[in-house]
Nanobody, 114 residues
Framework: VQLQASGGGSVQPGGSLRLSCAAS????????MSWYRQAPGNQRELVAKITARGFTNYIDSVKGRFTISRDITENKVYLQMDSLKPEDTAVYYCKAERGPRSAWGQGTQVTVSS
């Protein structure tokens, strides 16, 4: 599977962005799709995940602010990010897991700064 991420940008604290990840195959056939992020000097961390059955989970720091969703007709996964904070600044990546295999999209930069 190939993934194409988009939607990053620069916003002020408190602002919103929506990231999109387009998959080259039917996402209903993918076990799980996730958004990760990596800030300079930090390890890549899981931000949010949505399973094939639609179950979602988030890291604590984004709960209540970020929402992962999907459009199975367009084979896209989204990350709606609200109430953004400077500490959300990072390169965001989408990932698809299908059985023992996984694929990554290219990163999209999110910068939160006043």
């Amino acid at each position: 599977v190939q993934l194409q991420a988009s939607g990053g940008g620069s916003v002020q604290p408190g602002g919103s962005l929506r990231l999109s990840c387009a998959a080259s195959m039917r996402i209903i056939s993918i076990n799980a799709m996730s958004w990760y992020r990596q800030a300079p000097g930090n390890q890549r961390e899981l931000v949010a995940k949505i399973t094939a059955r639609g179950f979602t989970n988030y890291i604590d720091s984004v709960k209540g602010r970020f929402t992962i969703s999907r459009d199975i007709t367009e084979n896209k996964v989204y990350l709606q990010m609200d109430s953004l904070k400077p500490e959300d600044t990072a390169v965001y990546y989408c990932k698809a897991e299908r059985g023992p295999r996984s694929a990554w999209g290219q990163g999209t930069q999110v910068t939160v700064s006043s």
